[in-house]
């Protein structure tokens, strides 16, 4: 269900930011929350959009100015 998932989701934002404060480093030991839709970290995602089937360099994303 999108709503659970959105409310959980802002729970671990919550309880991140509660944990390691505002201005908190993410580190491979402080992990941030991946956010809703993306893919699991070192899955062979694509580092631009998140998504799995091409690399950077060929995303379809348009890029961000």
Do not use: D
């Amino acid at each position: 269900n999108m709503a659970e998932g959105r409310i959980a989701y802002e729970e671990q934002i919550r309880q991140w930011f509660m944990t390691h404060g505002q201005n908190g480093r993410v580190t491979e030991f402080t992990p941030f929350p991946l956010r809703l839709g993306s893919a699991m970290v070192c899955s062979g995602e694509c580092f631009k959009c998140s998504a799995h089937g091409h690399i950077t360099v060929m995303c379809p994303a348009p890029e961000m100015s």
